[in-house]
């Protein structure tokens, strides 16, 4: 980040938000699909079941992870989980970051940032807030600011460029979307990035926190939930339809991610 970018860096309270105040009962709940308007940063306090989708790659809410996002980015919540999170801006005029790439969009294991929920919850600032609250509440901010971006810096020789790699692995994921019917291997997924299997299978589980088979599993699981809720085929079409060829094993991972046999899931569901 260039150290003029850096000077006009004041950063701006916009809201804080708690979701412990419209809690998830179910795997399957959602927040709802969203376009992010301002700078997010989100800590996960505890989960169930849950994971983030940023710009369609699935993050499971460990707790302890940290989300950032820009302004722009496509997000959804979904499963049970428990987290704080702020808005804010920059500055007052807006202002957006030259190369937001500079940041990831998800941290974990941090251990020389200010990142745990007391933190997250001292973020709240009073409508009447004093000017000294503002003042330290900008400092801690950009405390935070720092360290992730420090985190960054220091894993520049693993993952030199996020964005880059990202478009790679979105490469991955859509040949996911267009053949999850199909057998799908590793080797297939990898010769879509042009990476090794083995450097495809680190970089795919560093971003999304999932190993290639289990985002397939959970890709063709969560079509199977769909077929369910909004089709009449019966439950074994819809094993077929979603990639699966043995029930025992649609079954088992179907109700280890939503709680409910296929067929008891549909009953409970269908009926709200």
């Known amino acids: 980040m260039r150290k003029e970018e850096v000077q006009t860096i004041s950063p701006v309270y916009i809201g804080w938000y708690d979701t412990k105040e419209c809690p998830h009962f179910s795997n399957d709940e959602s927040y709802g699909k969203r376009m992010v308007k301002h700078y997010e940063l989100e800590y996960i306090v505890s989960s169930r079941s849950g994971y983030i989708v940023t710009d369609d790659i699935p993050v499971p809410t460990e707790p302890g992870t940290v989300f950032f996002r ?26 957006r970051l030259s190369n937001p790439s500079e940041f990831s969009y998800v941290y974990r294991n941090l251990s020389k940032v200010p990142a745990d929920e007391l933190f997250f919850l001292s973020l709240q600032l009073e409508p009447d807030a004093s000017p000294s609250r503002i003042l330290l509440w900008k400092a801690d901010v950009m405390r935070l600011l720092s ?33 999850y019917q199909e057998e799908i291997t590793v080797s297939q997924l990898a010769g879509q990035t042009g990476y090794s299997i083995y450097y495809f299978s680190r970089l795919f589980k560093e971003l999304t926190a999932l190993t290639p088979v289990q985002y397939v599993m959970r890709y063709r699981l969560e079509r199977a939930k769909d077929l369910l809720l909004f089709s ?16 025992g094993h649609f079954w088992k991972n179907f109700k280890a991610v939503y709680g409910s046999a296929p067929g008891d899931y549909r009953k409970q569901y269908r009926q709200l």
């Open 70 to 95: 820009v302004p722009g980015m496509a997000v959804e919540g979904i499963g049970v989980y428990h987290s704080i999170y702020i808005e804010f801006e920059m500055n007052e005029r807006g202002g």
């Open 147 to 179: 360290g992730l971006l420090e985190s960054n810096e220091s894993q520049k020789e693993a993952f030199t460029n996020m964005e880059f790699h990202l478009i790679k692995i979105r490469k991955a994921l859509k040949y996911i979307q267009d053949h």
């Open 232 to 247: 009449d085929e019966t439950v074994e079409n819809v094993m077929l339809q979603s990639g699966f060829h043995h029930y």
